[in-house]
């Protein structure tokens, strides 16, 4: 997907990538510190934090595509490597969602079991807990581990944002008005 619309695919693509990730990053660590917050957002995180990491690289792709279409400067160079490092912050966050969703699960399982009692058929259910989810330690783990990707994905959405910026508009503005700009013409 090269254009949209007549547009580059990319300069649409990336405001979703700009949104849903520090969003996905956001929920991330809502989920990781606040247990309300983890039965109720995890599942719909850990699943929109799986489509950023499927968008990122379309997005990235595209913005391979227009760069061989724009007039290569250190601007645009500089912006298209730090592109390629947003996959690198975004499979951090996904894993986590998807990690802090699984001991939730988890943990409901060996809620509703223990709630049902100890007759044999509620021990033939118990199952495997694999990611701890009574642990207060692996909790404390997780909760730290996604406070530094929610932060690192945010700063690495920033940094990429305000480098793409700095080479699509740098010196192509005034800063003073024309008389003809603006849809009023005057």
Same mark, same amino acid.
């Given at each position: 997907?090269?254009?949209?619309?007549? #547009?580059?695919? +990319?300069?649409?693509? *990336? +405001?979703?990538?700009?949104?849903?990730?520090?969003?996905?990053?956001?929920?991330?660590? #809502?989920?990781?510190?606040?247990?309300?917050?983890? +039965?109720?957002?995890?599942?719909?995180?850990?699943?929109?934090?799986?489509?950023?990491?499927?968008?990122?690289?379309? &997005?990235?792709?595209?913005? =391979?595509?227009? !760069? +061989?279409? *724009?007039?290569?400067?250190?601007? *645009?160079?500089?912006?298209? =490597? #730090?592109?390629?490092? $947003?996959?690198?912050?975004?499979?951090? *966050?996904?894993? #986590?969602?998807?990690?802090?969703?699984? %001991?939730? %699960? !988890?943990? %409901?399982?060996?809620?509703?079991?223990? &709630? $049902?009692?100890?007759?044999?058929?509620?021990?033939?259910?118990? %199952?495997?807990?694999?990611?701890?989810?009574?642990?207060?330690?692996?909790?404390?783990?997780?909760?730290?581990? $996604?406070?530094?990707?929610?932060?690192?994905?945010?700063? /690495? &959405?920033?940094?990429?944002? /305000?480098?793409?910026?700095?080479?699509?508009?740098?010196?192509?503005f005034s800063t003073t008005p024309s008389r003809t700009a603006g849809f009023g013409g005057g």
């Amino acid at each position: 997907m090269n254009t949209l619309n007549g #547009l580059p695919a +990319h300069i649409l693509l *990336v +405001h979703a990538v700009v949104v849903l990730l520090p969003l996905t990053a956001l929920l991330l660590v #809502l989920s990781a510190v606040w247990p309300a917050a983890r +039965h109720r957002l995890a599942g719909a995180n850990a699943i929109l934090a799986g489509v950023v990491v499927v968008l990122v690289p379309v &997005t990235t792709e595209a913005g =391979e595509w227009l !760069e +061989h279409r *724009v007039t290569a400067t250190p601007l *645009v160079r500089a912006h298209a =490597e #730090l592109g390629d490092t $947003a996959l690198i912050v975004a499979i951090p *966050v996904a894993l #986590l969602a998807l990690a802090i969703w699984w %001991r939730d %699960r !988890e943990s %409901r399982e060996i809620q509703a079991i223990d &709630t $049902a009692g100890s007759g044999s058929s509620a021990v033939q259910r118990r %199952r495997r807990a694999f990611l701890a989810p009574a642990s207060a330690t692996v909790t404390v783990v997780i909760s730290i581990l $996604a406070v530094v990707s929610a932060g690192a994905a945010v700063y /690495d &959405t920033y940094r990429i944002g /305000d480098s793409g910026a700095q080479a699509s508009w740098q010196g192509k503005f005034s800063t003073t008005p024309s008389r003809t700009a603006g849809f009023g013409g005057g």
